[in-house]
């Protein structure tokens, strides 16, 4: 059984506000910053302000602004990679947006990279068109991380660090029906220990905490993406759809067979500058895969490379290599990719770089709209912890930070215009069988499960042992409570989440493969939610 709510000391402060925003990425400072002008914003992080996954960021944001290029092909593009799952009007209404978005964070005072007068674009996987704008070469969102931090911070937004948002406070109105009032906290030091437990009230809580890389063993996301807030909502009811679509990123540095934790990602803009994929036998891993060849959307370039993984050319079954040689400016244009190939004693201007998949972006989360409205008043939902039908069964790289900066404004724009009542709700109480938390060793064991059994390529046998293994698992745990406890029981609960989904998608469609289906099926074509009840993932299934 999983918790249904995490146990908790009796809090011992209080405090008000109009707006919680939990997670400071882009999504969520954009959401404080739109909101801030007429009301009082808090934003609760987990660690610093500037620590979320916006900051490692290298590609850029997707925006029609070259006039060769049209709304159309970006909408077409990012309906294509989606694979027949995307809601195509938030498709459109964030394609529209996104040169706004641009404009607006310039005016903010994001320095974007220039040619001559005019922005510089680059081109990346699944694109028609150069439309990544960028900044530093690649460092876009260090730089669209920098500007929304300088600007929350100047616009007098309230700040609380690491502080780990645990669960929400759900109330209901006469009718039954369920509104959240605010949120538990708990305030930890820099090892994880809690310092003290507190209670928001808000109206409206906006969870934007990004998505849940660590719940895999290899990753290109940092150590704090635990996927809490995607765990928090579904204890609070909340629907989750699409969780089976795991995004891995096709070239990511591989630094040996045991190298784990958050790994050196190499963005997709190199192959758009040009650089070519090669198995260790020499041969050229997407000649022939795809139209688009090296540059085709991200699930079909992994699947591609784990597959010739598989088959070991050359007796090489771990990686592959990016031949980035050709690309005579590499330092200057890609100074952080650099470093990293660097530091792993590989000079990408002499050498081939070795790669491999490894878990990136979450396609599914929170069944959210573009204003963030969920199916629980007073919480939304932005950024990647959302899903709102624009990425589909697979994300058009770049278009996600272009939909963090677009859907924080809408829904911070909106709860400035109107906030939710609360004044009409009364607490829930749960049962006290379904309270308690997790051991923290449950996590190294959740992550290593889902990097052997829910990878690129899906068995129906590993799966299904790998749901056997995540319930085991799934007991009251007896350590102090922590900030390790709290991620362990939320990883897992997200793990059982995510396999159980994967299990019933019995196709391969966009970033979901599995060995006993080489391609979509058209039934498939429909959403898969998922909601925690009683302790236990319910899966349903519709159009």
Known sequence: MLPQRIALPHPSWTREVDVVVLGSGAAGLSAALAARPVRDVLIVTKDTLDAGSTAWAQGGLAAVLDPRDSIEEHVQDTLTAGAGLCDEANVRMLVTEAPTAIRYLQRLGAAFDRSENELALTREGGHSQRRIVHAGGDRSGAEVQRTLDESVRAAGVDVLERAVAVDLVIGVDAGGNSAVMGVDVVVCDERGAILSVGRIFAPAVIVATGGFGQVFASTSNPPAVTGDGLAMALRAGAIARDLEFVQFHPTVLWAGSEAKGQLALISEAVRGEGALLY???????????????????????????????????????????????????????????????????????????????????????????????????????????????????????????????????????????????????????????????????????????????????????????????????????????SRQTIEAANLLTIATAVSKAAMERTESRGCHRRTDYAGPIAAWERHIDVRLHDGAIRIDDHA
């Open 279 to 481: 198995d260790a036998a020499g041969q050229r891993v997407m000649e022939d895969m795809h139209p688009l060849e090296d540059l085709a959307p991200r699930d079909v370039v992994a699947a591609a490379i784990s597959s010739r993984m598989t088959s070991s050319p050359n007796g090489v079954g771990t990686h592959v290599y990016l031949d980035a040689r050709m690309i005579s400016n590499f330092a200057e244009r890609f100074p952080a990719i650099f470093e990293s190939c660097m530091n792993h004693g590989i000079d990408p201007r002499t050498e081939m770089i070795p790669v491999a998949p490894a878990a990136h972006y979450v396609c599914g989360g929170v069944d959210a709209d573009l204003d963030g409205r969920t199916n629980i008043n007073g919480l939304f939902a932005v950024g990647e912890v959302a899903c709102t039908g624009v990425h589909g069964a697979n994300r058009l790289a770049s278009n996600s930070l272009t939909e963090g900066v677009v859907a924080g404004t809408r829904v911070g724009r909106t709860l400035a215009w109107d906030l939710p009542r609360t004044d009409h709700l009364s607490p829930v109480s749960f049962p006290q069988g379904y309270v308690f938390g997790i051991d923290s060793d449950a996590r190294t064991a959740t992550r290593a499960t889902m990097s052997r059994d829910l990878g690129v390529m899906r068995d129906p046998a590993r799966m299904k042992s790998a749901i056997t293994e995540l319930e085991s698992l799934a007991s009251p745990g007896t350590e102090p409570l």
